[in-house]
Structure formats: structure tokens, C-alpha cells
């Protein structure tokens, strides 16, 4: 454009120069560039908004983990993606790198655990059969508030082999056994309440000290209630075979213990039913009998010496009083008597004396009362009046022998001391006296002359023999023909009482004879009884029919 100037006016007065500026038209191709560029900001902004933390997953092997396809759940909701999979340095593990939504940044915290789901066969069942079509994820264990918190703590984690026994979001407390040795035992196995299975065991390690096994177990709610301060848990594993004095005994929980073991409980002191506080520490037993025994209290240790054999006698084995299972053996050894010459056995065991109850806070009570803080004075009052210890059989088929201490009112007294340990004076036991009874027949047997009798025997039987034969020769005869007069003699006296013989004719004429004569004693007694002074005049004449008498 080409600017023109207007002509001076004519008044002289010079007119104003406009100047115009040549005008810009906006090409709007440009907007679409700005416009995608906008939005693919806002695609970015929200995107980084959303994202949450990336955190690193170490594992043993990476099987069914695939990049920007395994997914890592949380309660079956999906948190994050596996972004990328390496090795570590010496390439014995794989590093696993995954990011997390931003609304579960609160997962990467201290005590999250993280697995790999896949099909998985084992004692417990089968687990992760979904993941046959769905292929195998991450899953996400995490503590109790871990997923309300907004940010991340820990980025770094060691990835599970195995999925845990139990997870934090699982109600139920867990608490602590402590045990000898694990035995039987395994993550996953059950624990039993009354024969229900009621939690499982979740972990084991060995105890600070190396002399304990530290077993964790989770009991579920709401049977938690049920573990209280009085509970008693004990070993539960495999069969519990015992044979002693009563007969053979089998126990088992169920099928389950006797391949994954388990663990049983219950409640002992009904008196004590304050419920246990999470992570609460218990004694494992054994044996159902040992945790159900009377609270064992302070262990008073004690000493035997046994001058006959011990065989059938072991560690822990039974120390009795009335029936009770006071004690147990802890210790066996043997010692050389160099009065006597010979070994003799020590055998070192520990008493529970608060499991006799009452008995024992008398006891305990006098002991007090007397200053006698060791209770040494006491046993030596018991040792008095005949507290011995015997060894006896528990059982005939196996010969298993226990302690047994028992009175003994004729027992010789001894001479008792307070020693640390405190020994209990012995007496032999039922099969030694036995024993001895036998050796004592056996020797009262020895001493009879069988050799003396014996020929005796042989003397008089050959005395026999001919005394026999004199009779077989000599009397036999006459005895015969004894014999045979005897049987003639027999014959005549048939024939004389037979019914037509002359006997029985002769006695029947007697007979007849004998009844005329009592007839006529009959009448003469009939007369006199009249006439008594006919013993005097006798007889006088017969009267005169009709004549009258003076």
C-alpha cells in the first residue's frame, strides 16, 4: 500500500500525516499443534499424578512373571504393574521392578510382603488354580493401616517363595511356643482346641539362647478367646503311643496331625480366665499328660543310689508318691564304692512338690514356721519314720522301670543328711526281692540230698518188689483156696436160707411156738394181776359153776 499525502489546506495550516500499518493475518494450522500439545501435558500431569512409587521385588526365579503384563493385587484389587525384570549382580537372583497406583502408595511400607501367585499342590491342599487362565500375579500382604497411609516408606523388598500361612488382614492373635526341639512340626500346621482346628502354625526359629525352638502360631477369632493365661499347649504329632502299668494307649488329633504334625490346648486352671495378649509366650509339652499335670512350681532336685541294676530305667522317667507323678529322672551315672567294691548307680532327679496341692502349702507352711526355708529338716522327719525310694516295674512287657517313694515302717533307719542335692535313701526293688526270694528257694533245694533220697527210693522199691513176690508165691496159694472155702461156706448158707430149706420150716414151727408162749405168759399175768395172792397160796380150785364163794 502506498501512503498518499492530502494537499495543504488552504488556510496554510498543514494537515496531520497518518501513517497505517500493514495487517497480520493468524494461520490457525498452529492450533492444533498447541492444542495437542496441551493435552498431551494434561495426559502427562495426570498420569505422573497418578502414578505411585516404584519399588524393586527380589525373587528367586522370575517363572510366570511377564513385563507390562503381571499384575501386583491387593485383596484381589489391582495396584501396580511389573515394568521391568533383571538380574542382580552375581545373577543368582531376579530383580523384579513394578509401579504402584498412586492410592496404594502407602503398601511400600516396612512389613509388606509380596509373592507370586501360581498353582501350588501341597499337604495343605491346592492353592492358585484361578491363575491357570489368568496367569500368575504378585500378591500383596501388608500390615493393619498400611493402605490408608499416602506415601511410600520402603522401596525395596524380598519377595516370598511361598505365600505366608497367615495374613495381616486375618483376625486371630498369634503367640509364641517355646518347645525343646521342633519334632514333627511345619509352617501350616494345625492347631487343635477340644479335636476343632482352630489355627495353624505360621512360623519357627530357634530361640536367642540356642537352647529352645521358638514356635509361632495363629489361633483364628473368634476361638482366640479360648487361650487364656491358665492354657497349656502341648505336641499333638504323629500317634502318642504309650504302654505302661494300665495297658497300651493310643492318642491321636486326626489324620491331618499325623502327616503335617500339629498342636493342641487347653485349659488347665479354670480359676485363671484372663485372656492372653497377642504374642504371649507359653511352654510347649510334650505329651497331653505332662500339660495337664498339677503346675509344676520350683524344681527341688534329689539323689538316689542304687545298688541293683537299672536296666529299663531312663531319662524322664516317672518319679511317683501315692500315685501322684511328682518328679521326673534327669540324670543317670554310675560310681564306684571303694568301701564295698563294687559300682553302684546314681540317679539324679527333680521333684515338683507344689503339685500335691494343699498338701504342700501345709507343708511348705510348717517348714516356714520352723526356719526350715530348704525343707531338708522335713524330709529328714520322713526319712525317720521310713520315706525310702524303690525301683518297680511299669510295665512286664517291655520292663520299664520308675521311681517310686514310698513309706516303709520296717525299713532299718539310716542316717540322713542335708546335702545339696538331698539324698533319699533306697531300698531294693519288688523284682530284686523277688529275685532274692527265688535265690533263697533255690539254695533250700540245693541243700536236699536228691542223691540220698534216690537210693533210698531205688532200696525201699526193691524191698517192695520182693516182699510182692513172696507173696505171689507163698500166699497166693492159701489165699486161693481160702478163697474158694470161703465161697463154699457161701453156698451152704444159700441152701440153708433158701425158702424150701430147712431153716426157714424150723424157724416158722419156733415162731408159731414162741407166740403160744407169750399167749399163756400173757394170761398168767392177766391172773395174778387178779388173783396176786396166787404167788403165795397158789392156786386154789376151780370154782363150782353157780356156786357162791365165802
Known amino acids: 500500500m502506498v501512503d498518499q499525502k ?11 500525516e497518518v501513517v497505517r500499518k500493514k495487517q497480520r493475518r493468524i494461520n490457525w494450522v498452529w492450533l492444533v499443534p498447541v492444542v495437542a500439545a496441551l493435552i498431551a501435558l494434561s495426559l502427562v500431569l495426570r498420569t505422573w499424578m497418578q502414578e505411585g512409587p516404584e519399588i524393586s521385588i527380589v525373587f528367586e526365579t522370575a517363572e510366570g512373571l511377564d513385563v ?9 484389587v489391582v495396584v501396580g504393574m511389573v515394568q521391568r525384570i ?10 523384579v521392578t513394578a509401579q504402584l497406583s498412586k492410592n496404594a502408595a502407602g503398601l511400600a511400607a516396612e512389613g509388606t510382603n509380596f509373592w507370586v501367585v501360581r498353582p501350588r499342590l501341597g499337604l495343605n491342599g491346592v492353592s492358585g488354580l484361578g491363575t491357570l487362565l489368568s496367569g500368575a500375579y504378585i500378591d500383596v500382604d501388608a500390615r493393619d493401616g498400611a493402605g490408608a497411609e499416602t506415601s511410600a516408606t520402603k522401596f525395596d523388598f524380598v519377595g516370598l517363595e511361598t505365600p505366608p500361612a497367615v495374613t495381616n488382614d486375618r483376625a486371630g492373635k498369634r503367640f509364641i511356643l517355646k518347645a525343646q526341639d521342633l519334632g514333627s512340626l511345619d509352617i501350616g500346621s494345625p492347631v487343635y482346641f477340644r479335636r476343632i482346628n482352630v489355627g495353624r502354625v505360621i512360623g519357627y526359629k530357634l530361640d536367642d539362647s540356642g537352647e529352645a525352638v ?38 491321636t488329633q486326626s489324620l491331618m496331625s499325623l502327616a503335617l504334625g500339629g498342636v493342641a490346648f487347653e485349659s488347665v486352671n479354670v480359676n485363671d480366665t484372663k485372656l492372653a495378649e497377642p504374642g504371649a509366650s507359653y511352654e510347649l509339652y510334650d505329651t497331653e499328660d505332662e500339660a495337664k499335670a498339677n503346675p509344676d512350681g520350683e524344681p527341688f532336685p534329689i539323689r538316689m543310689r542304687f545298688d541293683q541294676t537299672i536296666r529299663g530305667l531312663a531319662v524322664g522317667a516317672m518319679v511317683d508318691f501315692q500315685g501322684i507323678a511328682l518328679g521326673h529322672v534327669t540324670k543317670i551315672s554310675i560310681d564306684f564304692d571303694n568301701d564295698k567294691k ?3 548307680a546314681v540317679v539324679d532327679a527333680v521333684l515338683y512338690p507344689e503339685r500335691l496341692g494343699p498338701v504342700y502349702d501345709r507343708m511348705h507352711a510348717r517348714a516356714e514356721a520352723d526356719g526350715d526355708k530348704t525343707g531338708g529338716r522335713l524330709l529328714a522327719v520322713m526319712v525317720k ?42 531300698i531294693p526293688g519288688n523284682l530284686e526281692q523277688l529275685q532274692q526270694q527265688i535265690t533263697n528257694i533255690v539254695d533250700k533245694i540245693d541243700k536236699i540230698p536228691f542223691d540220698q533220697i534216690g537210693t533210698d527210693l531205688r532200696s525201699t522199691l526193691s524191698s517192695a518188689s520182693r516182699l510182692l513176690t513172696t507173696l505171689d508165691k507163698n500166699l497166693a496159694p492159701e489165699l486161693r483156696n481160702t478163697v474158694q472155702a470161703a465161697r463154699k461156706s457161701l453156698d451152704a448158707i444159700n441152701e440153708l436160707l433158701a425158702q424150701d430149706g430147712s431153716l426157714p420150716t424150723n424157724a416158722e414151727q419156733a415162731m408159731k411156738e414162741l407166740g403160744r408162749a407169750a399167749r399163756s405168759l400173757r394170761g398168767l399175768a392177766d391172773y395174778l394181776q387178779v388173783h396176786p395172792e396166787a404167788l403165795i397160796r397158789g392156786r386154789g380150785d376151780d370154782p363150782i359153776p353157780g356156786q357162791v364163794r365165802n
Open 342 to 344: 563294687r559300682f553302684f
Open 86 to 95: 533383571k538380574f542382580n549382580e552375581d545373577r543368582s537372583k531376579v530383580i
Open 385 to 426: 519314720y521310713g520315706l525310702r525310694a524303690q525301683l518297680r516295674t511299669s510295665n512286664l512287657l517291655t520292663g520299664q522301670l520308675y521311681i517310686v517313694l514310698e513309706n516303709f515302717p520296717k525299713v532299718e533307719p539310716v542316717e540322713f543328711k542335708i546335702t545339696d542335692p538331698i539324698q533319699i535313701p533306697t
Open 6 to 16: 492530502s494537499p495543504p489546506p488552504d488556510d496554510g495550516i498543514a494537515a496531520p
Open 68 to 76: 507390562g503384563k503381571t499384575q501386583i493385587r491387593y485383596k484381589d
Open 214 to 251: 521358638n514356635v509361632e502360631v495363629f489361633v483364628d477369632a473368634p476361638n482366640d478367646k479360648f487361650v487364656t493365661t491358665g492354657t497349656r499347649f502341648w505336641n499333638a504329632s504323629g500317634i502318642d503311643l504309650q504302654v505302661d502299668a494300665s495297658g497300651l494307649k493310643l492318642h
